[in-house]
């Protein structure tokens, strides 16, 4: 899962060891990658592998997943499964860049968030999962999720763990309070923002973090943005700075340099403190963010509702996505079936998938969960008796299917962050730091071998 602490930076090696030519890395008990795959594998050899004592390494930071993996563990007692938090996000990956590049220590299955998967496929370091049924898995998620983990040549390179629609939650207290209705178009948003800020200086109809790229990009996604797309293992198209992405900066910079939008970092604790006082009467977040607010905004109780993102032409119906993740497996692992039947368990198996919703609070891409009863129709009191699950869950049937990730994404973001974020901090001018944000990402992919049309 992509929690909200969660920054998408790690170390800046993954373009670097594709281009040099390193092989993807070990598990935890392989040291060297086999020389050939399956292309096909028959349930008779997946039966014998089930039932064959078997050591599995899983890298997750998902608290308390024990309690799925015991799950795994009964149904196929001769497989144990060794669950390592490795670190969260970043930490993790370095990790994992590192065992990768010395061969040995790695795990056997990996969480890993949706937008670094294009980082460890083009090393070569994901198991393609079709020779061990994925493909037959594809209709159990909802369809947007599944063009997440598939490759331009419908490699299956991870299972769907859990996603992160856009919505809105606000303050229907200061809603009321101000007469504003959850606007329904952007335009409607920014006529709310001027109004309500100059009715109550000390409020801000939402907060757009400057040091918060997931929420740029899911953003850029539901505006029909397409900023990364691979035509080849060394070919990208970047796009930052399109007419799409110029839109979204002249109007964000806009209300920035209006006032009526703040720009503070979040998850600090003066963002605690302002959701917890009514600084800002909305926030625009992901389908985690309901528990986490609820968590973290305990003296709001009752204030809260839930509604989609407003949209960028009247009736239309479009989100975006910020955070979620998968379960992949490493392609040096020498226990392909055993690991690939881990992944597909922990994600499809519906008391597996449930406990993850409704223990850990995930929210699920699997369709059969998107629509049950006792999960979409909870109305907890936080959000006044509204079934925010339905709400989110409605969302995630509007999200594009079509956004892609560059395979540097470390690098992106530190460039997003010292140009177009640092723009936001300082009421700048977003629509040319979109600009250099371009200039940056299109150098650093020609230094890394790349080549780059716009």
């Not at 999962?129 to 983990?149: I, K, M, S």
């Not at 209705?181 to 948003?189: A, G, V």
């Not at 922990?346 to 969960?369: G, H, I, V």
């Amino acid at each position: 899962m992509t929690t909200p602490r969660t920054r998408w930076v790690a170390g800046a090696a993954a373009a670097t060891l594709f281009l040099a030519g390193c092989a993807g890395g070990g598990s935890g008990t392989a040291t060297q990658q086999p020389t050939s795959r399956p292309s096909s594998v028959g349930q008779a050899d997946i039966d014998k592998a089930m039932r064959t004592p078997t050591e599995l390494t899983f890298w997750t930071w998902v608290p308390d997943i024990e309690k799925e993996v015991a799950l795994f563990e009964k149904k196929y007692p001769a497989i144990n499964v060794n669950v390592v938090n490795a670190g969260q996000g970043e930490p993790q990956y370095t990790k994992l860049r590192t065992a990768l590049k010395a061969g040995s220590g790695a795990p056997d299955v990996v969480q890993i968030e949706f937008q670094y998967i294009p980082t460890f496929t083009i090393t070569g370091s994901l198991l393609d999962l079709r020779p061990y049924g994925a493909e037959a898995l594809q209709d159990r998620f909802a369809e947007w999720t599944w063009g997440q983990v598939r490759g331009k040549n419908g490699e299956v390179w991870a299972v769907p763990q859990d996603t992160g629609p856009m919505g809105m939650l606000y303050r229907k207290d200061i809603f009321d309070k101000h007469g504003i209705e959850p606007p329904k178009t952007w335009e409607e948003f920014a006529a709310a923002a001027r109004k309500l800020h100059a009715a109550d200086p000390g409020v801000y109809l939402t907060n757009l973090a400057s040091n918060q790229n997931g929420a740029w990009m899911g953003l850029l996604w539901q505006a029909g943005g397409k900023p990364f797309q691979m035509a080849a293992a060394d070919q990208i198209r970047v796009s930052a700075n399109d007419q799409v992405a110029k839109k979204l900066g002249t109007y964000w910079g806009g209300l920035v340099k209006e006032g009526v939008v703040s720009t503070d970092p979040d998850f600090t604790d003066q963002w605690y403190q302002a959701l917890n006082k009514g600084k800002y009467a909305t926030w625009l977040t992901a389908a985690w963010g309901p528990v986490f607010l609820s968590a973290s905004a305990k003296a709001t109780s009752g204030k809260w509702r839930a509604a989609p993102l407003p949209q960028w032409t009247a009736g239309e119906n479009k989100a975006g996505n910020w955070g979620g993740s998968t379960s992949a497996v490493i392609k040096t692992t020498k226990n392909p079936i055993a690991a690939a039947k881990f992944a597909e368990f922990l994600n499809t198996d519906p008391d597996s998938t449930k406990m993850m919703a409704t223990e850990q609070f995930l929210f699920p891409p699997a369709k059969a969960l998107l629509s049950d009863k006792s999960f979409v129709d909870r109305k907890p009191e936080f959000y006044g008796g509204q079934a925010v699950n339905q709400v989110f869950a409605e969302i995630s049937d509007t999200v594009a299917k079509d956004f892609t990730w560059p395979p540097f994404l470390d690098q992106t973001v530190n460039d997003w962050d010292e140009t177009v974020g640092k723009a936001l901090a300082d009421k700048g001018d977003v629509p040319a730091a979109l600009d250099q944000w371009q200039q940056r990402i299109t150098s650093y992919a020609e230094s890394q071998g790349f080549k780059v049309a716009r």
